[in-house]
């Protein structure tokens, strides 16, 4: 299987409900990270799981989490979702040894009313 | 983090060649220079990478001067497809394993003209 699949694509939620958004990387690959993309704006780093476990959050509550699985399929849950939660979510994985750059999924919008 | 400056915008013609440059003055010795481009309604793609000498790929070049406090993704002939926003972005050279965050900027909105 090639690529990053991520699923859904859209997703209406009402403020204070909990979402699981879903993604599936390519065989082999065992680091997955995701952002979030506010409108007009560039991609903003979520958390990185490696090998099942985080290893690198970055400036998002505790109300972000996230599964790794050993098939290289993940999740990424957000409880008591507020208004600004409303973004594009993207899942983004790298094989290991040599790098060559992460691979995108095309995310899941998420619309919080 | 080392930050990146970019242009907001630029134009280009189609089958003529494109330079996107950015800036990265506080650039450490073991810092990556990474381009990713993002087209709309997509995720965005790995494009380049480089950390001292100029690179070439199928998708385009990556010049790195010499002070590397600068550097210009360079695509030969651009193509309507190319429209996209291109992101300029350090990353520190660590352990594969470790956290590889990417922080990106505004980036460079760029309109191609048939």
């Known amino acids: 299987e090639t690529g990053v699949t991520q699923s859904p694509t859209h997703l209406i939620k009402t403020r204070g409900q909990q979402v699981t958004l879903r993604c599936s990387s390519q065989s082999g690959h065992n680091t997955v990270s995701w952002y979030q993309q506010a409108l007009g704006q560039g991609p903003q780093f979520i958390f990185q799981?490696?090998?099942?476990?985080?290893?690198g959050r970055g400036n998002f509550p505790p109300r972000f989490s996230g599964l790794q699985f050993p098939n290289y399929s993940s999740e990424l849950n957000v409880n008591a979702l507020e208004l600004d939660d409303s973004a594009l979510y993207l899942c983004?994985?790298?094989?290991?040894?040599?790098?060559?750059?992460?691979?995108f999924g095309s995310g899941t919008r998420l619309t919080v009313v | 983090d080392a930050k990146t400056t970019q242009p907001n915008s630029m134009e280009s013609n189609e089958e003529e060649p494109v330079h996107l440059p950015c800036n990265h003055s506080?650039?450490?010795?073991?810092?990556?220079i990474h381009w990713y481009r993002q087209l709309p309604s997509q995720g965005p793609e790995y494009v380049i990478h480089g950390l001292t000498s100029n690179v070439n790929n199928r998708m385009a070049s990556l010049a790195i001067a010499e002070d590397r406090k600068s550097s210009t993704l360079i695509l030969h002939r651009a193509t309507l497809r190319d429209a996209a926003v291109y992101y300029c972005i350090l990353r520190g050279r660590r352990r594969w394993s470790n956290t590889g965050k990417l922080i990106f900027g505004q980036g460079t909105t760029l309109q191609v003209k048939p």
């Open positions: 799981y490696y090998r099942e476990e985080e290893n």
């Open positions: 983004a994985s790298k094989e290991p040894g040599p790098f060559y750059g992460y691979t």
């Open positions: 506080t650039i450490s010795g073991t810092d990556y």
